[in-house]
């Protein structure tokens, strides 16, 4: 089965530039999905299609995806955006679905 | 609007049967694929089932196959999902997600419900 690897947790000061990564094999040749969710909430979509915006998210973030790794971006970073965070994709090759195990952000 | 509204969780005891429900308001439901995902307590996500737009096509996390059941009753705008034998590890919150993409229920899920909780116990 399909693996994708968060780190646990990532730290970044107010103002700050936060890189939260999603490590699959080849995950480069896959779509990747982010999802923002607080305690107590459902997921939010923040990024779809690697490095696409729903409409209602901030530009501050941004997303990208190439070899091993996709990354979501939070730039300037706000007390509002500590949450935990999950990336998402399928694999056709073994019809996975597999979300990463999630990054906790806490904004110091 | 967009909304999902799951019902049916509960404390059941191993090998117990339960049924969530899924209620789906503002869209024109049978153009989508929907999907079941869950999150056990203090942990992360995990899809566990979709199904096709007409109900036609289902699929299952290896975790659940043969013991949960997807389907969808599109004249009620309802999605539903049979859980049997259950087991401990099945605790969790259950959230109904619709994805972007009305074909395919493993695409960015950009509407979920607010979840349902099942508990496995005795």
């Known amino acids: 089965s399909y693996v994708l690897t968060q780190p646990p947790s990532v730290s970044v000061a107010p103002g700050e530039t936060a890189r939260i990564t999603c490590g699959g094999d080849?995950?480069?040749?896959?779509?990747v999905h982010w999802y923002q969710q607080k305690p107590g909430q459902a997921p939010v979509l923040v990024m779809y299609y690697d490095s696409d915006r729903p409409s209602g998210i901030p530009e501050r973030f941004s997303g990208s995806n190439s070899g091993n790794t996709a990354t979501l971006t939070i730039s300037r970073v706000e007390a509002g955006d500590e949450a935990d965070y999950y990336c998402h994709t399928y694999d056709s090759s073994s019809d996975d679905v597999v979300f990463g195990g999630g990054t906790k952000l806490t904004v110091l | 609007e967009v909304q999902l509204l799951e019902s049916g969780g509960g404390l059941v005891q191993p090998g117990g049967s339960l049924r969530l429900s899924c209620a789906v308001y503002g869209l024109t439901f049978d153009a989508y694929a929907m999907s079941w995902v869950r999150q056990a307590p203090g942990k992360g996500l995990e899809w566990v089932s979709g199904i096709s737009g007409n109900g036609g096509s289902t699929y299952y996390a290896p975790s659940v196959r043969g013991r949960l059941t997807i389907s969808r009753d599109n004249s009620k705008n309802k999605l539903y999902l049979q859980m049997s034998r259950l087991r401990a590890e099945d605790t969790a919150v259950y959230f109904c997600?619709?994805?972007?993409?009305?074909?395919?229920?493993?695409?960015?899920?950009?509407?979920w419900g607010q979840g349902t909780t099942v508990t496995v116990s005795s």
């Open positions: 997600a619709k994805p972007r993409s009305g074909a395919d229920y493993y695409y960015a899920l950009d509407v």
């Open positions: 080849d995950i480069g040749t896959k779509s």
